[in-house]
């Protein structure tokens, strides 16, 4: 993905991380044609990903991802300076009128329309109007040459939809689930308190065949996890749920209950909510889906093709 010019971001005043880094910010990193791209600016391009990994890593591995931070953001602003000199090369310009719309619509975005606040968050990271202004430009020259070069022409036919599914279809199986709720109760230590227990798991059993609310007992009776509740758990494949439940969710009827099942240490009442049948995904429910997948690969391949172009068409060098 080419990178967008970064927008100023509200409380930013440096473009640099203060923790130290073994990546030089001095010489070249690059070269199009006679445009020099400097490891400086390499670095500054990836300001916004170096909190996290300075977060996320340290040492010896901080280092190695530095440098393929380094070595992506590198190629990035290669293929972005050479996609400018192809953009210059058709003679494309970018009216100032444009520059300061989009302009317009950064500070009001960003800013609430305070153009003040803009100019001295300009100010902090050390960049004149007239820079940004720049940068605004190349954004969107580059945006222009990718919609032309590569995102008018990702066409998807019907048929290559309807060919990945086929070929794919696996991947839009629906195994079997179950929606269900459970009333559990501790059995207790003694055969006398268990004796109890048992006698009450019958009469709340009784109640809800009677037509007391499932949701409403649980929460007044249940001893386990989901009282509060009303005892419901998440659509769940029966083979994921725990083994002495197993055989009961998965030939329960919806909205029927279950019997009392018994553990060493609970007593179980299951109601079954809802089941939905194994099958796959109808074509019309994963159309759309299938269709920017397809178009995202077909848009990867035609830019990778067009940078390879224009790399052969200009004079690029990489430094180490």
Known sequence: MLMAA???VLGQ??????????IEIDGYAAKVNDKVITRGEVREAMAPVLPELYRQFQGAELEAELEKAFIRTRNELVERA???????AKGGQIPD?????????????QFKGDEALFEQVLAEQKKTRAEYMEMIREQMAVGMMVNEEVSRRARITPQQV????????????????VKYSVIVLNKGNTPEDQAIKKEEAAKIRQRLVDGADFGETAKEVSEGSRAADGGAF?????KDVRTELRETLRTLPAGEISGIIETDTQLYLVKVEARRQ???????EVRKDIKAALTAKERARLRERWIDRLKEDNYVILYD
């Open 6 to 8: 970064p927008f100023l």
């Open 97 to 109: 009128q444009y520059v300061n719309d989009e302009i317009k619509r950064v500070i009001n975005a």
């Open 162 to 177: 309807r060919e990945e599914y086929e070929q794919n279809k696996d991947m839009y199986f629906i195994p079997e689930k």
């Open 13 to 22: 005043t440096g473009l640099l991380p203060q923790k130290p880094t073994s």
């Open 234 to 238: 998440p659509w769940m494949q029966p």
């Open 82 to 88: 050479l996609i400018m000199e192809a953009f210059t």
């Open 278 to 284: 194994p099958g796959y995904k109808d074509f019309d």
